[in-house]
């Protein structure tokens, strides 16, 4: 007799990581919500009555016997905790060997969803390297950083609707492309680049609108790996003055595994240095440390081209949340703020093509001898992402993909 976690772990999947994910059984069954534990999809479901395991309250029965992340990301961050320590004990119990083994499926023949039902979305600008680069090769002539940018986490409201699960085929969007004419033509993206990005997956209820940020991270459920495709060109010329709209709104996908943030303490931070004194809602000075030291890897066509690191971003997710909440705005279990483009100081921490080629002015050459500056029909982008967990182990995010089709 042994446990499930000592028997099926892997390095990345051990039992401290346990990420969420929605499937369908190759039977055809679900779906449903498991976590993963190694190459296995384990459903909860079906661990909640299985022999020698302890038997759950009945509200993580409720939250759990579920298709998805809903019920559980509705319940808030004590039912959270709930569960997480639920699924562990069943998975360390002695003698879970056998009953997670013979609920479980390899993750590979396992079809996996969208694991939660997408509120509201919104789109962030964290990055001080990402949005110094993008202000030095739009506005050479001025400061790379807009006025307002170490006041407040720049943000825009997106599309929730179109934001889909790794695997998901992106069709190359059509649209107005501005041309030296000054008149615009209609066609297929010329400029279609990645975000890479980090996802954060929120719940709980805020009746009362407003989040301080002493509150922020109880409404924080967990964290994904974010490509939030782009169209440059369509984005460059419909964006003035109101912002991004089709060329950002086409497709942004999501790697299929929540990480709690419960199994990311070891992987907390601080933030960089702030530069400008925050306004009261925004200062975190005093307050525990959010930054999170996950190093995200970009891959083209599965060669690695970059590796951004999450913990330079200037902003974290809890002041993203307080943000989005000061002027009341409710929070709804299933909104989702993606960081923006992670990009660090240097040249192959750059998460996106447009920073990559400088704007498409100096192709970059990928492993296999090609030079690229932005995406081409039939690639495929894979983004990865991994942070420390506790006593030197790793907690693996997995990988979102996405393979690019030609315009319809
Ligand atoms: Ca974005």
């Given at each position: 007799?042994?446990?499930?976690?000592?028997?099926?772990?892997?390095p990345g999947f051990g039992v401290e990581n346990l990420p969420y994910g929605s499937f369908t059984a190759p039977d055809g069954s679900g779906p449903v919500l498991g976590v993963r534990?190694?190459?296995?999809?384990?459903?909860?479901?079906?661990l909640l009555d299985a022999p020698g395991i302890p038997a759950p309250s009945d509200a993580i029965r409720r939250t759990l016997a579920a298709p998805n992340l809903d019920l559980l990301l509705a319940?808030?961050?004590?039912?959270?905790?709930?569960?997480?320590?639920?699924?562990?004990?069943?998975?360390?119990?002695?003698?879970?060997?056998?009953?997670?083994?013979?609920?479980?499926?390899?993750?590979?023949?396992?079809?996996?969803?969208?694991?939660?039902?997408?509120?509201?979305?919104?789109?962030?600008?964290?990055?001080?390297?990402?949005?110094?680069?993008?202000?030095?090769?739009?506005?050479?002539?001025?400061?790379?950083?807009?006025?307002?940018?170490?006041?407040?986490?720049?943000?825009?409201?997106?599309?929730?609707?179109?934001?889909?699960?790794?695997?998901?085929?992106?069709?190359?969007?059509?649209?107005?492309?501005?041309?030296?004419?000054?008149?615009?033509?209609?066609?297929?993206?010329?400029?279609?680049?990645?975000?890479?990005?980090?996802?954060?997956?929120?719940?709980?209820?805020?009746?009362?609108?407003?989040?301080?940020?002493?509150?922020?991270?109880?409404?924080?459920?967990?964290?994904?790996?974010?490509?939030?495709?782009?169209?440059?060109?369509?984005?460059?010329?419909?964006?003035?003055?109101?912002?991004?709209?089709?060329?950002?709104?086409?497709?942004?996908?999501?790697?299929?595994?929540?990480?709690?943030?419960?199994?990311?303490?070891?992987?907390?931070?601080?933030?960089?240095?702030?530069?400008?004194?925050?306004?009261?809602?925004?200062?975190?000075?005093?307050?525990?440390?959010?930054?999170?030291?996950?190093?995200?890897?970009?891959?083209?066509?599965?060669?690695?081209?970059?590796?951004?690191?999450?913990?330079?971003?200037?902003?974290?997710?809890?002041?993203?949340?307080?943000?989005?909440?000061?002027?009341?705005?409710?929070?709804?279990?299933?909104?989702?703020?993606?960081?923006?483009?992670?990009?660090?100081?240097?040249?192959?921490?750059?998460?996106?093509?447009?920073?990559?080629?400088?704007?498409?002015?100096?192709?970059?050459?990928?492993?296999?001898?090609?030079?690229?500056?932005?995406?081409?029909?039939?690639?495929?982008?894979?983004?990865?992402?991994?942070?420390?967990?506790?006593?030197?182990?790793?907690?693996?995010?997995?990988?979102?993909?996405?393979?690019?089709?030609?315009?319809?």
């Amino acid at each position: 007799m042994t446990t499930a976690a000592e028997a099926y772990a892997t390095p990345g999947f051990g039992v401290e990581n346990l990420p969420y994910g929605s499937f369908t059984a190759p039977d055809g069954s679900g779906p449903v919500l498991g976590v993963r534990l190694g190459n296995l999809a384990v459903p909860l479901e079906r661990l909640l009555d299985a022999p020698g395991i302890p038997a759950p309250s009945d509200a993580i029965r409720r939250t759990l016997a579920a298709p998805n992340l809903d019920l559980l990301l509705a319940a808030g961050r004590q039912s959270w905790t709930d569960a997480r320590v639920w699924i562990t004990e069943a998975l360390t119990a002695e003698g879970s060997d056998s009953p997670a083994r013979a609920a479980s499926h390899p993750v590979e023949a396992v079809t996996l969803h969208l694991p939660f039902t997408v509120a509201d979305y919104v789109d962030g600008y964290a990055s001080e390297h990402h949005a110094s680069n993008i202000g030095k090769m739009f506005r050479p002539d001025q400061p790379p950083l807009l006025p307002n940018w170490k006041h407040l986490p720049v943000g825009y409201h997106g599309r929730a609707g179109t934001i889909v699960v790794s695997g998901t085929p992106v069709p190359r969007p059509k649209g107005l492309r501005p041309e030296p004419s000054g008149t615009p033509s209609f066609g297929p993206s010329r400029r279609l680049d990645i975000e890479a990005e980090l996802g954060f997956v929120l719940g709980g209820t805020a009746p009362a609108g407003e989040v301080p940020l002493t509150q922020a991270a109880d409404h924080l459920f967990g964290v994904v790996v974010f490509n939030d495709w782009s169209a440059r060109d369509i984005q460059g010329y419909e964006y003035v003055p109101l912002g991004p709209y089709l060329g950002k709104s086409f497709a942004s996908s999501v790697s299929p595994w929540v990480v709690t943030t419960d199994a990311l303490t070891a992987a907390r931070v601080g933030p960089p240095q702030r530069d400008m004194p925050l306004a009261p809602y925004l200062d975190d000075d005093s307050l525990e440390n959010w930054g999170l030291d996950i190093t995200l890897e970009v891959l083209v066509d599965g060669r690695t081209v970059s590796q951004p690191p999450a913990k330079t971003l200037y902003w974290t997710a809890p002041q993203m949340i307080a943000h989005m909440t000061v002027n009341g705005a409710s929070l709804r279990p299933g909104d989702f703020i993606g960081s923006g483009t992670i990009s660090g100081p240097n040249v192959h921490e750059r998460g996106s093509f447009m920073e990559l080629s400088w704007g498409g002015a100096e192709p970059f050459t990928l492993d296999s001898g090609r030079t690229m500056t932005f995406l081409e029909d039939g690639q495929s982008i894979t983004i990865k992402a991994t942070a420390p967990g506790p006593n030197g182990t790793v907690i693996n995010f997995g990988e979102v993909e996405g393979r690019i089709t030609p315009a319809s």
